[in-house]
């Protein structure tokens, strides 16, 4: 009997101790629980509020937006659960440090991958060049297609895909050539001394200004820029909107050369001074075939 009692006496100061633990904790529980449904909910209107704030700036790009936006989310909800594990009297300071630890870890070991990430905030943020524009770099060049936090997709001029470390494209000169509205470019002429350099010069000139893509201001302008032994150089100088430069430079190519065979010269163009770009190879084609078409004749 005796030991029945021990039980039972054992049995109720057990229950008495959890029922004092369960009313103890009951109002910690309840009150992470109020607190992880508030936190969560915070958290979404405060990043919701971030997302639409920076997305009035037209200066942030979509994609960095969302990367604020989530680190903001996540920020506050690592700071929602630090807070729940306070209401159980974890000590949060050695969690705290905890994460400082893991998340020096996780650098180094990441560190390139970091690097990526901050050159891809630094570029859409600073943005040297944007989705559609075709750049050149000691790397690469190609029109871009998208702009991420770790790498750039582009594509070629011959149609193929190439994606750049955000890293290498910060770290490297870069050539937009989309940027500026309009572009200028030389055709240079080379002519034997008995050949009339006026008339080849009006010629220039006039098929220069006949066009209506060249622009009218700054001005088309011939001039002699070079005398050699057995030619003179002439130079052909105009600007023409960045969408028709590719074009206009063909197209003065071809008119420079029969202009020259109509007025009876005897060197055809020595090619235009293209810059690279898109159809950069096509363009030196064009040049070069007036002096292969010569030497044929010849």
Do not use: C
Request: no cysteine; charged share 20%; glycine share 8%.
């Amino acid at each position: 009997m005796e030991q029945a009692t021990d039980v039972i006496a054992a049995t109720r100061t057990a229950l008495n101790e959890a029922s004092a633990l369960a009313v103890q904790y009951s109002f910690s529980i309840l009150g992470a629980i109020i607190l992880l449904i508030g936190g969560w909910l915070m958290a979404r209107f405060v990043s919701r509020w971030a997302y639409e704030g920076m997305s009035r700036v037209r200066a942030i790009d979509e994609t960095l937006v969302r990367f604020f936006t989530n680190v903001l989310r996540y920020a506050l909800l690592i700071l929602v659960f630090v807070t729940v594990l306070a209401q159980f009297g974890v000590q949060t300071a050695s969690i705290i440090a905890a994460l400082g630890a893991a998340g020096l870890a996780i650098g180094l070991a990441l560190q390139g991958t970091l690097q990526n990430i901050a050159a891809g905030i630094m570029l859409l943020i600073l943005r040297p060049f944007r989705v559609g524009e075709y750049i050149e770099t000691s790397s690469v060049a190609g029109t871009v297609r998208e702009i991420g936090l770790f790498a750039t997709e582009f594509k070629t001029g011959d149609g193929l895909y190439r994606l750049a470390p955000n890293s290498i494209l910060w770290n490297t000169p870069i050539t937009n050539y989309s940027r500026e509205p309009t572009r200028q470019n030389e055709l240079k002429i080379s002519l034997a001394y008995e050949d009339d350099a006026d008339v080849a010069m009006e010629r220039l000139l006039g098929f220069a200004k006949a066009d209506p893509r060249v622009l009218k201001t700054p001005a088309p302008a011939v001039f002699i820029d070079s005398m050699s032994g057995a030619t003179i150089g002439l130079t052909l100088r105009y600007w023409a909107k960045t969408g028709d430069w590719w074009g206009v430079s063909r197209d003065m190519i071809k008119r420079a050369k029969l202009a020259i065979d109509q007025a009876g010269h005897l060197i055809a163009p020595s090619g235009a001074e293209a810059q690279p770009g898109p159809a950069a190879a096509d363009a030196e084609m064009t040049a070069d075939e007036p002096k292969m078409r010569e030497r044929k004749s010849r």
